[in-house]
C-alpha cells in the first residue's frame, strides 16, 4: 500500500500537466472544495488559486505565520507545509549530507496525504535536482530526481 500512496505523491509532485494552470477565483470553485477549504483553514490569509486541471484545484496561503497549500481533487486532498530549513530534522540533515555530501537543500515540507504525514527535501546536487522523501520520523525512504521541464 505504501509504494501506491509515495507513486501517487510522487505523480504530483514532479508530473507534468498537460491542462494550462490558470488562477481562479474563490467564485468559480467547485462550492464543496470552498465549503471543504473555509471549514480546515478559517483564519487563512491571502489564499490564491490555481485550477490545475479539470477537476483540481490548489491554493496556496498564510496560516498562523507559515506557508502552506492544498491541492483539492475530486476525492482526495493533500496538505502541504513550508518548513524553515533552519528546523530540518537532524536524521534527515545526517542523511542528506552523507548521501548528497555536496548537495544544498533548497526547500522541506511536511506532507500529509489521507492521513499519512510525511517530509519532502528539494536538494541540489551540481547540476542535478533530488525529491528526497521521509517518514515522519526522519527515516529515508526514496529519492527520486527531478527532471527539468523542456
Given at each position: 500500500m505504501r509504494p501506491i500512496i509515495l507513486s501517487f505523491l510522487l505523480m504530483f509532485a514532479v508530473?507534468?500537466?498537460?491542462?494550462?494552470?490558470?488562477?481562479?477565483?474563490?467564485?468559480?470553485?467547485p462550492?464543496?472544495?470552498?465549503?471543504?477549504?473555509k471549514s480546515r483553514e478559517p483564519n487563512a490569509e491571502n489564499p490564491k488559486w490555481t485550477q490545475l486541471d479539470s477537476t483540481t484545484y490548489e491554493v496556496n496561503f498564510v496560516a498562523n505565520g507559515g506557508k502552506?497549500?492544498?491541492?483539492?481533487?475530486?476525492?482526495?486532498?493533500?496538505?502541504?507545509?513550508?518548513v524553515d530549513?533552519?528546523?530540518?530534522?537532524?536524521?534527515?540533515?545526517?542523511?542528506?549530507?552523507?548521501a548528497y555530501?555536496?548537495?544544498k537543500a533548497e526547500s522541506?515540507?511536511?506532507?500529509?496525504?489521507?492521513g499519512n504525514k510525511s517530509y519532502e527535501?528539494?536538494?541540489?546536487?551540481?547540476?542535478?535536482?533530488?525529491?528526497?522523501?521521509?517518514?515522519?520520523?526522519?527515516?529515508?525512504?526514496?529519492a527520486t530526481e527531478i527532471k527539468k521541464k523542456k
Open positions: 508530473a507534468v500537466p498537460t491542462f494550462a494552470q490558470k488562477p481562479v477565483n474563490d467564485r468559480d470553485l462550492q464543496n472544495i470552498l465549503t471543504d477549504f502552506k497549500s492544498i491541492r483539492f481533487t475530486k476525492t482526495t486532498s493533500e496538505t502541504r507545509w513550508d530549513l533552519k528546523w530540518i530534522p537532524a536524521k534527515i540533515k545526517a542523511y542528506a549530507d552523507s555530501a555536496k548537495g522541506l515540507c511536511i506532507l500529509d496525504f489521507q527535501l528539494v536538494l541540489k546536487q551540481k547540476k542535478h535536482q533530488y525529491l528526497l522523501k521521509f517518514g515522519i520520523d526522519g527515516q529515508f525512504i526514496e
